[in-house]
């Protein structure tokens, strides 16, 4: 692995690793049963070298900011290359949002290149928004078919300069990226990452799951989120590790994946993990009595030997059935976006097979806290990262309070946004909004949310302000989405709803056409993003003086119904 | 040629049964996370079984923001 200590910026250390591991495999990139891609660090470094010339000569130059809308494949990486290498900033975003909410993050983010694939361009081309955003000047397309009209874009393949691109230096404390926690909808919220939390973060991580050449990384979470930045991307490149992107994510595809390049890590959200556990739980169900006896024994020896730490040799030897479908070499499953199950993490660690829990949240970089394994426990979160510090503010008598944090992997703050960049942090401790307790081992336990947002099991936030737009103009008095656990608290992470809270014109009942008409409105947002259910409120909600709905006050005001009661299913 | 009401039949017709749900119960209208109450994988394995009914290849961005039958069965229609 490089010395991130002596780096400045991620260009920096990209730059060198790709020539200390020129003759490395690089990336791997699949379609089904096509390997479309199979390049080591120089075949990297030649793809992105011309590409970084070629935005040097379209004027992009320092600090610039370049926005990357596509799905886990080989240019997303190339193009991120080219732009820290040019010194600008990347503006990764979420490839499943809508046109509108991505033209109103580029906008926000005042983006002026745009990297994308031709069918997320060809929706964005055609979306109304795109007229009210000036100041994107540049769009690189990838892989459009001959001769399809690019609607003002350019071809990526074809955008390379002929001259050797200049390396432009940053420092530490130069934002490196803009990642949206949230803001569609709503009010954008663009974490300012600088260089020093990526770099920083990256020896943290390493330091507990170590990559070197030959490792292979398979990259399923989209690289715009955190985790995949940096174990899917970052992390990987600086230690000569190689990533294998799949264009196909159907759960048979990326199956066969494992034991076809031997991977070794993978980065999961719980869902896909517990759909995994269920799939194998169905397999161990269906064995003979004889032979589930024997597995069950197996299991049990593995228990009893990685009680204090993995056995990866010794769990391999005894349910080499089970971690041959993972291709034999799996040494950990990262899991993380979201809160995951104790059962789930104990039923993986048990087969023998690490799971990389832990607890992060954008604005503090990739991750606060990680299991280290020594030993794994499943009922918590895992320990602070070297080089964080967490506390627990004004515990209760459980010893439950609000995380805060503090750390050189913390956010810079929002970007144009110094008021909600005061209301997170407190004298430079990140103040997290999520509450939990140490226990008496240093691990951290989460017990639930302060604050009004939920993470799907897809490790989605959803902030419930940001989907108010869909319910303008409904025929009500005034409305108010919430997350039901902000407005009522729970003690869990799991099973998080989000509600509507409706008060009626005067006279006015809650109909059935009432009903549906929320109904409709709801199935225009997508699944994840839905509403659980309606509760109603006969009273005028708190306003400020400037009319914004003061939603602590109504959230308390709510809090005084029976929460079974008043949640009205949809 | 299969018409698109005949691609659009063939599609509830399978996940009826992929699903096991009352036959006839699903319109192409509805929106099938909800109908089925099922979450994105379980879309996507429905969409792995499409493609071997039908013989096509359909890109996870062909399919993208996709949530009723009826789309669904366009997406399809397209390739065939």
């Known amino acids: 692995m490089l010395d991130l200590f002596k780096y400045q910026s991620i260009g920096a250390a990209l730059r060198d690793a790709l020539t200390t591991f020129a003759a490395e495999v690089c990336m ?13 660090y120089k075949d990297f470094q030649s793809r992105a070298h011309p590409l970084a010339s070629a935005l040097e000569e379209a004027g992009f130059v320092e600090g610039d900011r370049a926005s990357i809308i596509m799905t886990n494949q080989s240019k997303w990486l190339i193009s991120a290359y080219a732009v820290f290498f040019s010194g600008g900033v990347l503006v990764p975003l979420d490839y499943k949002l809508t046109p509108a909410e991505h033209w109103q993050l580029l906008k926000h983010s005042e983006a002026k290149v745009l990297v994308t694939e031709y069918p997320i361009w060809r929706q964005l081309a055609s979306a109304s928004e795109r007229a009210s955003v000036e100041n994107v000047k540049l769009v690189l397309v990838t892989e459009a078919p001959a001769n399809a009209d690019l609607v003002g874009a350019q071809c990526w393949e074809d955008f390379r300069g002929a001259a050797e691109p200049t390396f432009v230096p940053r420092e530490r404390k130069d934002v490196a990226c803009i990642v949206y926690s949230s803001g569609t ?5 663009g974490c300012m990452m600088t260089h020093e939390n990526y770099l920083e973060q990256c020896v943290a991580l390493t330091s507990l799951y170590p990559f070197w050449p030959g490792v292979r990384y398979l990259s399923i979470l989209p690289t715009n989120h955190a985790i995949d930045f940096m174990v899917g991307f970052f992390g990987p490149l600086t230690c000569g590790a190689c990533v294998v992107h799949l264009r196909t994510l159907r759960p048979e595809f990326v199956r066969e994946a494992f034991p076809k390049y031997k991977i070794t890590y993978v980065s999961l959200v719980p869902l896909v993990l517990k759909n995994l556990q269920k799939g194998l739980q169905a397999r161990f169900d269906e064995l003979p009595a004889g032979k ?9 020896v593995n228990k009893a030997f990685t009680k204090s730490q993995p056995r990866l040799g010794l769990s391999r ?6 971690h041959a479908g993972f291709g034999g070499e799996l040494r950990a499953i990262i899991v993380g976006g979201a809160f995951t199950e104790p059962q789930t993490l104990q039923f993986f660690y048990d087969l023998g097979i690490p799971v990389a829990n832990g607890y992060g949240l954008t604005e ?14 499943a009922d918590t979160v895992g320990k602070p990262l070297p080089g964080m510090e967490v506390k627990i503010m004004n515990p209760a008598d459980d010893g439950v309070g609000e995380v805060w944090v503090h750390g050189k992997t913390v956010m810079a703050g929002y970007l144009n946004d110094p008021e909600q960049t005061a209301e997170v942090f407190s004298d430079g401790w990140l103040k997290t909004g999520d509450l939990g307790r140490f226990d008496a081992t240093g691990h951290l336990m989460l017990s639930g949310r302060k604050k009004n947002m939920i993470v799907t099991e897809e490790g989605k936030n959803i902030y419930p302000e940001d989907i108010e737009t ?5 025929p009500v008095k005034e409305f108010c989405v919430f997350a039901a656990n902000y407005v009522w608290p729970k003690r869990s992470m799991v099973g998080e709803q989000l509600i509507l809270a409706l008060h009626l014109e005067n006279g006015q009942t809650y109909t059935d056409a009432l009903r549906n008409e929320v109904i409709v409105r709801n199935n225009r947002l997508l699944n994840y993003k839905r509403l659980h259910g309606v509760v109603l409120l006969d ?8 009319l914004k709905i003061k939603r602590n006050i109504l959230a308390e005001r709510l809090a005084q119904l029976e929460r079974s009661s008043a949640i009205l299913p949809l | 040629m299969r018409t698109i009401e005949q691609t659009t039949s063939e599609v509830l017709d399978l996940a009826t049964r992929h699903f096991n749900v009352v036959p006839g119960s699903l319109a192409p209208a509805d929106d099938f996370f909800k109908k089925l109450g099922i979450d994105s994988l379980q879309a996507l394995e429905l969409l792995s079984r499409l493609e071997n009914h039908f013989g096509i290849e359909l890109p996870d961005y062909e399919v ?13 229609q397209s390739r065939l």
């Open chain 1, 539 to 546: 009273e005028d909600f708190p306003r400020t003086a400037s």
């Open chain 1, 470 to 474: 869909v319910f303008e103009s409904l």
């Open chain 1, 317 to 322: 030897k005894l349910l080499g059935q089970v």
């Open chain 1, 28 to 40: 791997i990139e699949a379609d089904r049963d096509r390997e479309r891609e199979h390049l080591t």
């Open chain 1, 185 to 189: 909808g709503g009010r954008p919220k």
């Open chain 1, 364 to 377: 503090a970089g990739t991750a606060i806290t990680v299991n280290d394994l020594h030993p794994f426990r």
């Open chain 2, 64 to 76: 993208q923001g996709v949530s009723d039958f009826r789309t669904l069965a366009e997406r399809i």
């Open chain 1, 292 to 300: 589930r006896k024997v597995f069950n024994f197996l299991v049990n």
